[in-house]
């Protein structure tokens, strides 16, 4: 094997903890808030899913890029992650049906990351201390250079990105006879939603963030899905707004992660930054309305507020997370409309809550003129 010259990139936490590690992807220096995923595989996924914007991933599985890329695991047209971190970094991969290793597809996408890293030690400490932002550099040497460009990234608190990831111009997808017209709000939308969406008889015309409730009525949609989407919803504004005349109007509509969390907003309850929050695909979740426990695939560092559910009747709680019995679902009295915390695209993940893709589609089969 050709010998590999590794050239040294420099990892520094907001609160001072530095490291040193081989520089990875593409030479340069990032900043983003530091988040970690637990999944053993799916690091395709996970590097291409908007939700990641603006955010520098610790991959915690020991051994990533083994496997290679293949273009049909994309969740959007390009990665989306801040930076990446890793333990071993595999340069060579074995999957046949690969296209390129995960390296090229790092330094095409301008991903700047850093390996050789004790990442067990790195995610402990980020378990304790909370969520914080840090800067990866294989061009800045000094703590004092680090230092100084770290102070310019902003926290994620407050932080409005999903016009940042979500599509300039509407797009349709999915067949153009098919029964379903459904009106997709992209807030940081993951391309196998709409898949899942499509295989069930939609077609979908998918909008821009900040698009008037309005023009979406003008496609006639049979129901409303409002995605998935990086940053803090309580600074969406727009979205949140779009979400009260869906309402207000009863249509058919369903929100996951970013679009759970609009809703809930919507309705009066408000969400908060968690600690370091939930990302891996092994989460057990369970649905209250069956008793029954899924594991699921989760990407989220804000949470809607249980505490708040006294003060808004109409929201009523669904599914809970029984690592920390936070808010995982909920559904709004009186209203056709429901949400999840949690990825039921299972992409990466398991493939226990397809069934609320079944759900929304049986909702939407209840309008006056599919009835």
């Known amino acids: 094997m050709k010998y590999i010259h590794k050239e040294p990139a420099y990892l520094l936490l907001e609160d001072g903890l530095f490291f040193e590690g081989q520089a990875i992807g593409k030479r340069g220096t990032t900043t983003g808030e530091l988040?970690?995923?637990?999944?053993?595989?799916?690091?395709?996924?996970?590097?291409?899913?908007?939700?990641?914007?603006?955010?520098?991933?610790?991959?915690?599985h020991t051994h990533v890029g083994n496997y290679g890329v293949h273009q049909q695991e994309s969740q959007s047209s390009s990665a989306k992650i801040a930076g990446l971190i890793v333990r071993n970094y595999a340069r060579v991969y074995s999957r046949r049906d690969a296209v390129q290793s995960l390296d090229s597809f790092l330094k095409h996408n301008n991903v700047i990351g850093i390996g050789d890293i004790d990442t067990r030690r790195l995610v402990t400490h980020i378990r304790s201390k909370g969520a914080m932002n840090a800067i990866i550099s294989s061009e800045l040497t000094t703590k004092k250079e680090l230092r100084a460009r770290l102070k310019e990234c902003p926290p994620m608190e407050g932080l409005e990105l999903s016009s940042k990831v979500s599509t300039v111009q509407p797009y349709f997808h999915g067949d153009p006879n098919a029964p379903f017209r459904v009106a997709v709000l992209d807030v940081g939308v993951k391309t196998n939603i709409l898949d899942q969406l499509a295989r069930r008889g939609c077609y979908l015309k998918v909008f821009p963030a900040q698009t008037p409730y309005a023009e979406l009525e003008s496609f006639e949609p049979h129901g409303y899905f409002i995605s998935n989407g990086p940053?803090?919803?309580?600074?969406?504004?727009?979205?949140?707004?779009?979400?009260?005349?869906?309402?207000?109007?009863?249509?058919?509509?369903?929100?996951?992660?970013?679009?759970?969390?609009?809703?809930?907003?919507?309705?009066?309850?408000?969400?908060?930054?968690?600690?370091?929050g939930h990302r891996g695909a092994n989460h057990p979740v369970k649905n209250l309305l069956t008793g029954r426990c899924e594991i699921t695939s989760q990407n989220h560092g804000f949470c809607v507020a249980i505490e708040a559910l006294d003060k808004s009747p109409n929201v009523v709680i669904t599914h809970l997370n029984l690592n920390d019995n936070s808010i995982e679902g909920i559904r709004i009295r009186n209203r056709r409309a429901f949400s999840v915390?949690?990825?039921?695209?299972?992409?990466?993940?398991?493939?226990?809550?397809?069934?609320?893709?079944?759900?929304?589609?049986?909702?939407?089969?209840?309008?006056?003129?599919?009835a």
Not at 37 to 45: C, D, F, I, K, V
Request: aromatic content about 12%.
């Open 231 to 276: 940053g803090d919803p309580a600074a969406m504004p727009y979205a949140i707004d779009t979400v009260r005349r869906i309402l207000a109007d009863d249509r058919p509509l369903f929100g996951i992660c970013l679009g759970h969390q609009l809703l809930a907003l919507a309705n009066g309850v408000p969400t908060y930054k968690m600690h370091h």
């Open 341 to 370: 915390q949690f990825h039921p695209e299972a992409s990466p993940g398991p493939h226990d809550s397809h069934y609320l893709f079944d759900e929304f589609i049986q909702m939407i089969k209840a309008e006056p003129e599919l």
């Open 35 to 60: 988040c970690f995923n637990t999944s053993m595989t799916g690091y395709q996924e996970i590097f291409t899913d908007p939700s990641y914007y603006g955010q520098i991933l610790i991959e915690t």
